[in-house]
C-alpha cells in the first residue's frame, strides 16, 4: 500500500512539473527590456509562445485527462483574450469533451467549458452554432439549479453563484437580457436592463464596475431600439465615469469610449466622433498590439469615420489593412462593404470591381446557400453597384437576394427594401413598368414597418421615395402624355412630407438618464 502511494505520488509530481513546465513556457523569454527594445507588441510574442504550449501540451507525457483539460482549458481563455479564436475552439472542445466524459455533463468544469467555447464560436463568426451551445449551457444549468444562467458575452468565465449577492444577480439579469437583446426582444431587453441597473445603484453603488456594466449594457439595447435620445446621454456618461473609476487605458474605458463614438458616428456627429476613435486607436495598438481584432476593428472604424468626413486619403489604407484582417477575424467582415464604398466615393473603378467579385465569391463560399445571411451580404453588394450605375449587374444579384428573402422573411422590412433596391436597379435600366411596382410595394412595405428599421437602416425610405420620383419624372420626359408629371409632384411632395417630420424630431438632450 506504500508503494503504491510513493508511486501515486510520484506520478503526480511529474504530471505538476510538466504542467508547470508547459504553462511557465508561456511567459520564457519575456524579457520586458528587450521587448521595449525591439518595438514588438507584448502580445505578438504571448500568442507565439501560447501556440507552441498548446502544440507541446497535445504531444506532452501528462497522463491525467483531467489535468490536460484543466490546462487546456486555461491556455484557451488566453487564446480567446489574444483573438486566436480557431485554435481557442479547438482547446476548449478538447476540455470539454474530457469533463463531459470523465465527470459528466452538469459539472462547473464542463459547463465552464461549454461556455467558453461557445463564446469562442460567436467570436469566430459562427452565431449559430455558439447560440445552440448557449442555449445547451442553460438547459444544463437550469437541470441543476433554477438560478443558473451564464449566457452573457461579457462575463464568460464566471460560475454563477448565490443570488443573495447582488454583483452576481445583476449578472444573472444581464445575461437574460443579453439573450432577450439577441433574439430581436428589444422592449425586454430594455426592460430587464433597466431594471438590473437600478439595482446596481441601489445595492453595488453608482460607479461599482457591475453598474457600470449594466449602464453601458442599457445604453447599447436602447441605441439597437433606436432610441438615440437615450443612448447617447447614456453612453457618454458611462465613458465619463468608466474614465474617472477604471482609467483611460482599461478595457472596460475603451469599450465605453468606442460605443459612445460609434453612437455619435451613427448619428453624423462626424466632429465628436473621428476625435474619439483617434484617441482611441492608438490606446488600443500600445494595450494590445496592432494585430489584435480590437485594435484592427478601431483600425476600420477610424477608417469609416475618415471616408464618411470624406477624407478618402487617410481613409482607404486603414479599410484595407481592416479587410485584410478579417480573413483571419471574421467578425471584422463589415469592413469590406465599407472599403468598397471608400473606392466607390474615390472613384477606384477597378479595385471596387475586383474587391466586389472577391467578396461575392467568399459570401457565396462561406455562408449557407439560401440562407438569411447571405441574403444580407447580396443586398450590400447590389446596393454598392446601383451606386456606381452598374444596374444590369446588380439586377441578378438583387433578384437572387429578394428570392431568399421572400422565402425565409417575407413579412421584414428589409424583404420590402430588397425589392425597392431591384426597383432601383430596373429604374437605371429604363425598364420603368417593370420597376414602378417594385418601387411601390417597397417603399409602402417600409413605411408600415418603419418602427422595426433599426438606426443604421434610417436612410432606406428616404431613398426609396427619391426613387419613385426619378421613376415618374424620366418616365414622364419618355412618355409625356401619360400624367406621369402629376405624379411625380405628388411623390414629391411626400418626401418633402417626409423631411419636415424628420427635421421636426426633438433634438438630442445633453443631460444624463435618471
Known sequence: DADAKRQDAELNLAFAKKGNEILGSVFAGLDPKKIAESGRPLQDL????????????????????????????????????????????????????TWKAKLGPEHPNTLISMNNLALAYDKAGNPDLALRLFEETLKLEKAKSPILSNL???????????????????????????????????????SLCEETLELCKAKLGPEHSQTLVSMNNLASAYLAAGKRDLALPLHAETLKLTKDKLGSAHPQTLTSMN????????????????????????????????????????????????????????????????????????????????????????GETAKFTALLKEQLADARETLPSGSPELAGHLTTYGRLMLGIGEFADAEPILRECL????????????TFNTQALLGGALLGQRKYAEAEPLLLKGYEGMQAREETIPPQGSTRIPEALERLIELYTNWHASEPDKGYDAKAAEWQTKQNDFKDAANAEPSLPTGTVK
Open 46 to 97: 504571448l500568442r507565439e509562445n501560447l501556440v507552441k504550449a498548446v502544440k507541446e501540451l497535445d504531444g506532452s507525457a501528462i497522463g491525467d485527462p483531467l489535468e490536460v483539460a484543466a490546462m487546456q482549458n486555461t491556455l484557451g481563455v488566453s487564446l480567446l483574450s489574444l483573438g486566436e479564436y480557431g485554435l481557442a475552439i479547438e482547446v476548449f472542445a478538447k476540455a470539454m469533451e
Open 152 to 190: 452573457s458575452n461579457w462575463l464568460p468565465f464566471r460560475l454563477p453563484f448565490p443570488t443573495d449577492q447582488p454583483n452576481t444577480l445583476a449578472s444573472i439579469m444581464g445575461n437574460l437580457a443579453g439573450a432577450y437583446k439577441k433574439a430581436g426582444k428589444l422592449d425586454l431587453a430594455i
Open 259 to 346: 460605443n459612445l463614438a460609434s453612437c455619435y458616428w451613427l448619428l453624423k456627429q462626424l466632429d465628436k466622433s473621428v476625435p474619439l476613435f483617434e484617441e482611441l486607436l492608438p490606446i488600443q495598438v500600445k494595450k494590445l498590439g496592432r494585430d489584435h481584432p480590437n485594435t484592427q476593428r478601431a483600425v476600420g472604424n477610424l477608417g469609416a469615420n475618415y471616408k464618411d468626413a470624406g477624407r478618402l486619403t487617410e481613409a482607404i489604407p486603414l479599410l484595407e489593412e481592416a479587410y485584410q484582417a478579417s480573413k483571419k477575424f471574421p467578425t471584422l467582415k463589415g469592413f469590406g462593404p465599407q472599403l468598397l464604398d471608400a473606392y466607390k466615393k474615390a
Open 403 to 414: 428570392a431568399i428573402r421572400e422565402k425565409t422573411q417575407p413579412d421584414a422590412w428589409s
